[in-house]
């Protein structure tokens, strides 16, 4: 079956601009998390959306933000671009039932860069 | 609060040593942990988790209440096995999973 899919795999924005990333998962995934990983910082959670609901957020400014549609697919998108959002954006889904936690599923990421 | 600390960055070790990547956590509630691993130029990947007690590519980890760690080890390390190794913590309802910052593991032949 096919994996997690992220697009773009690269995009390159100027300072202030916003982007929108997007994310399919594994089809049965109806969770959905985003992270950014950078060197400096390591994978850090962004937010974990499940049924088009975000269930959880980590310690980001309001500029991230992300939504999650019936079918499961998310996207996030950063609004005001700084140059410290230059970061690699990794997308995971999850099967989930009730509480249970079967770990994460990854894609391969979306390279952002700031200039 | 939730937080996972990897002690080490980087591991070496020869063929054939056993290993031993450490993992200790600090949660309030019941957590839900994992291991995760990234070889080189692929994505990052579930190796195990605490709940399922099972041993993937010869890897197993002890979820040690008591000392809150989650230590990853192997009796006889390949070099198949040098990657980047995380490990997690969900929490309770499992809808927020913290990662540390990892530790490089590299076996020498």
């Known amino acids: 079956k096919a994996g997690v899919t992220q697009t773009p795999r690269y995009l390159i924005k100027t300072r202030g601009q916003q982007v929108t990333l997007s994310c399919s998962p594994i089809?049965?995934?109806?969770?959905v998390s985003w992270y950014q990983q950078t060197p400096g910082q390591g994978l850090q959670f962004l937010f974990e959306?499940?049924?088009?609901?975000?269930?959880n957020k980590g310690n980001f400014p309001g500029r991230f933000s992300g939504r999650q549609f019936s079918n499961s697919r998310s996207e996030m998108n950063v609004s005001t671009l700084e140059l410290g959002d230059s970061a690699l954006y990794l997308c995971?889904?999850?099967?989930?039932?009730?509480?249970?936690?079967?770990?994460?599923?990854f894609g391969s990421g979306t390279r952002l860069t700031v200039v | 609060a939730q937080r996972v600390t990897q002690p080490e960055k980087l591991l070496s070790v020869f063929k054939g040593a056993p290993v031993e990547l450490k993992c200790n956590y600090s949660?309030?509630?019941?957590?839900?942990l994992f291991w995760y691993v990234q070889y080189s130029r692929q994505r990052l990947q579930l190796l195990l988790r605490?709940?399922s007690r099972e041993s993937i590519k010869g890897f197993t980890a002890d979820l040690n209440k008591g000392e809150t760690s989650f230590h990853l080890k192997k009796p006889f390390a390949q070099e198949e096995d040098s990657a980047m190794y995380y490990c997690?913590?969900?929490?309770?309802?499992?809808?927020?999973?913290?990662f540390g910052a990892g530790t490089r593991l590299f076996v020498k032949a």
């Open positions: 995971a889904s999850s099967l989930r039932t009730g509480n249970a936690n079967y770990g994460y599923t």
């Open positions: 089809s049965g995934h109806r969770s």
């Open positions: 959306y499940f049924s088009e609901t975000q269930r």
């Open positions: 949660y309030s509630g019941s957590p839900e």
């Open positions: 605490h709940i």
């Open positions: 997690a913590l969900s929490n309770t309802g499992g809808f927020k999973t913290i």
